[in-house]
């Protein structure tokens, strides 16, 4: 089964930008693998921020956005709020089947 | 707008069967979807436990195929899991998901296994 890859921890400034990356153990990340990305706070539910790379469900807020980003999935966070630390989770598709990253905690300081 | 509520036992004893069930308000689970269970040990990462599709193809992680199965139940409108020969680490909260344009989540339930 491949291993996927995040940066187990980041830290910004408010106000600040940092880019969240995803890697796939098989090589580069394709839109194939229809990345998505997850923001989960202590005690709650995992909700979507970003599905099939890069589109945005009605609730995610403009600052995120997704793309590929040499040979990685990324989440940029531009303009970074205090809300906004939390766990997040990349999740990439192989066929039928998923793998998740182990997530990223960001911090936001 | 799509709602999802998982459902089952809080306690199941080691070597016995997990099963839970999903309810799926505001949409059918035979319309075009992907239909996801995942689950989050305390304190640790998401794992993809498996999904079926609309039509019942079903695909499990590699890890958990031996002792997994999804099925739906149209009648009901509702998604279930079984997970066979549980084991302490098996504990965990179940999150069941649609996939569509997005995926979009229950609120989880705990399990815990335990004598």
């Known amino acids: 089964q491949a291993v996927v890859t995040q940066e187990p921890s980041l830290t910004v400034s408010p106000g600040g930008t940092v880019t969240l990356t995803c890697g796939s153990s098989t090589g580069a990340v394709a839109s194939g693998h229809y990345p998505h990305w997850f923001q989960q706070k202590p005690g709650q539910a995992p909700r979507t921020l970003i599905y099939?790379?890069?589109n945005k469900h009605s609730w995610t807020p403009a600052r995120f956005s997704g793309s590929l980003l040499g040979g990685k999935a990324a989440l940029t966070l531009s303009g970074a709020q205090p809300e906004d630390e939390a766990e997040y989770y990349c999740?990439?598709?192989?066929?039928?089947?998923?793998?998740f990253g182990g997530g990223t905690k960001l911090t936001v300081l | 707008q799509v709602q999802l509520q998982e459902s089952g036992p809080g306690l199941v004893k080691p070597s016995e069967t997990l099963s839970l069930t999903c309810a799926v308000s505001?949409?059918?689970?035979?319309?075009?979807?992907?239909w996801v269970w995942i689950r989050q040990p305390p304190g640790k990462g998401l794992e993809w436990i498996g999904r079926i599709s609309h039509s019942g193809v079903t695909y499990y992680n590699p890890s958990l195929t031996s002792r997994v199965a999804i099925s739906m139940d149209t009648s009901k409108n509702q998604i279930s899991l079984r997970l066979s020969s549980v084991t302490a680490a098996d504990t965990a909260v179940y999150y069941c998901?649609?996939?569509?344009?997005?995926?979009?989540w229950g609120q989880g339930t705990l399990v815990t296994v335990s004598s």
């Open positions: 505001g949409y059918s689970v035979n319309s075009l979807s992907f």
């Open positions: 099939d790379t890069n």
């Open positions: 999740l990439l598709s192989y066929g039928g089947s998923g793998v």
């Open positions: 998901a649609r996939r569509g344009a997005g995926i979009y």
